[in-house]
């Protein structure tokens, strides 16, 4: 009796592994864009921009959440907060890119928080 359990045991345990080593061989492989190695490459400047970019229309889905329901006055403090946030990220960026010997130009677009319109500087690399 104790025999046919543990054979049992084992045996589930086996179809267990199975099917796990199954299931992680068939799972979607994630592409992670990782920075090329060079910090002075043309790419590395490039994915820098990008993540600023990222980190900006972060910032602005924040202040666009923090704006719901909120009265003017504390609008207006939204996009004060925002605008600052804003512009210490590309000023970051611009001075990299800068040091790097390239040059990151800002494109302003309306946006608009609650009901005032705010402009977003969306970045690009424009020459080395």
């Not at 590395?44 to 202040?63: C, G, L, S």
Request: hydrophobic fraction near 45%; charged fraction near 30%; aromatic fraction near 8%.
């Amino acid at each position: 009796m104790r025999r046919s359990r543990r054979i049992l045991a084992l045996a589930t345990v086996l179809v267990l592994v199975l099917f796990a080593g199954i299931a992680l061989c068939e799972a979607e492989e994630v592409i992670v864009y990782e920075p090329p190695l060079d910090p002075a490459s043309v790419d590395f400047i490039e994915w820098k921009v990008q993540e600023a970019n990222e980190k900006i229309w972060e910032t602005v889905y924040q202040a666009e959440k923090k704006a719901e329901g909120a009265d003017d006055a504390e609008i207006d403090e939204i996009i004060t907060w925002l605008e600052g946030k804003i512009e210490n990220i590309a000023d970051r960026t611009i001075d990299f890119a800068e040091r790097h010997g390239a040059t990151v130009e800002c494109e302003p677009e309306p946006y608009y928080i609650g009901d005032h319109e705010v402009l977003v500087d969306p970045m690009k690399v424009a020459g080395l």
